[in-house]
């Protein structure tokens, strides 16, 4: 069964195409990156206007990739939300036009709930139930997932995402955008114990995350540099900093496997790229004996794998959707109990 998925809902305009749900034919991401840098963030209305400009050229440079005509493809799956409305809308009218056209059922994926589906496009799948930590730019969430569409949401982030927190502070910083990897990259150079830095709600009694404070406790650090007239130490900062993020996301992770007695735990979103994160992770999972399910980087940071990956999931069950199918900004999880 072949599937073609497509991602539009931040600044990349992505399509896969899928056999199966899980053998990845073609996976092409359009990185808006260059488009928004000068920026120092996306803007909503150029996103838009270039997932337009993408979309359908991109479309057919997946299909010839994967050496497989339109005629051959049994259903279209996309991403409803939560993103950008202007850029989702794009995606989800492309979807909704080749739906109709080829006569091809309509498949509405979460976008959260793609990204840990991720792990599935790896030869080592995680086993059912198991706990899922998305790190991405707009989310920092912990999950116990029962089945592929069924979880349960245990903690998220109050304010900024981790990722977001990254993006901050490398603008804060003038590094560029998107941050995250910039700082990875200096990080590399610097001593992570140097500068000492809060760990927000580390040892609250719940699986909530808070990275604000952490950002302004880098801003202060700068400033009081400033006044001084002294320089600032960019790589034992950047170091610092992603040390500091990477010790909550570990800790209140750790937290929650043994509260819930899970097993396996699948790390996804585009912080999951981190190789800091990924590292510690590696480490805690040995000394522990859990199991870790990491998916390789390019399907943590957006893709339509991902999304191909949840959007057969529907097709199995039936679950498609209508021409009436609408975007989303924010996505609303069942909670754990
Ligand atoms: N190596 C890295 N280290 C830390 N952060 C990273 C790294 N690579 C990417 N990121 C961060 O990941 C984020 C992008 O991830 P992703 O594409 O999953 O997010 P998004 O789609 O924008 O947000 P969401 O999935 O919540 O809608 C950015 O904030 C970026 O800075
Ligand atoms: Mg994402």
Redesign the pocket.
């Known amino acids: 069964m072949k599937l073609l998925a497509l991602e539009t ?4 305009t992505a399509f896969a195409i899928l056999e199966d749900g899980e053998r990845v034919l073609a996976n092409l991401v359009a990185s808006q990156e260059e488009l928004h840098r000068r920026y120092g963030g ?1 803007v909503p209305e150029l996103a838009s206007r270039k997932h337009m400009e993408l979309i359908l050229p991109l479309a057919y440079e997946t299909l010839e990739k994967a050496g497989t005509l339109l005629t051959q493809i049994e259903a279209v799956a996309v991403t409803n939300g ?2 950008l409305i202007g850029s989702l809308v794009i995606g989800v009218s492309f979807a909704k036009a080749l739906s109709f056209a080829q006569k091809i059922p309509l498949l509405a994926v979460d ?2 709930n793609a ?1 840990f589906l991720a792990a599935f496009l790896e030869e080592k799948k995680p086993p059912f139930p198991f706990l899922a930590l ?6 920092t969430a912990l999950f116990l997932v029962e089945d592929y569409l069924k979880f349960y949401l245990l903690g998220q982030t109050r304010d900024d ?4 927190a ?2 901050k502070v ?1 603008k804060l910083l003038g590094l560029g955008y ?4 910039i ?2 990259r200096l990080a590399e150079k610097g001593d992570p114990q140097s500068i000492p830095l809060p760990r927000p709600l580390l040892d609250k009694e719940n699986f909530d995350f808070s990275f604000s404070g952490l950002k302004t406790a880098v801003v202060n650090f700068v400033k009081g540099l400033k006044k001084k007239g002294l320089p600032i130490p960019v790589h034992d900062l950047c170091a610092s900093f ?1 040390a500091a993020v990477v010790e909550v996301l570990v800790t209140k992770t750790l937290k929650a496997l043994s509260v819930t007695r899970v097993q396996d735990l699948v790390i996804a ?3 999951a ?3 800091r ?1 990924r590292k510690e992770f590696q480490e805690a999972a040995q000394k522990m004996g859990f199991r870790l399910f990491l998916p390789r ?1 390019e399907f ?3 893709n339509a794998a991902m999304v191909g990956v949840a959007g057969y999931q529907k097709w199995l069950r039936g679950e498609f959707a209508g021409l009436d199918l609408d975007v989303y900004a924010r996505s609303q999880f069942p909670r754990y109990k």
């Open positions: 809902s931040c600044d990349e996306i939560p993103g976008h959260i990204h998305v790190v991405s730019g707009g989310h995402a981790a990722g977001e990254f993006d490398a998107p941050g995250g990897r700082i990875s992603e979103g585009g912080v790229a981190n190789k994160l980087p943590c940071t957006d």
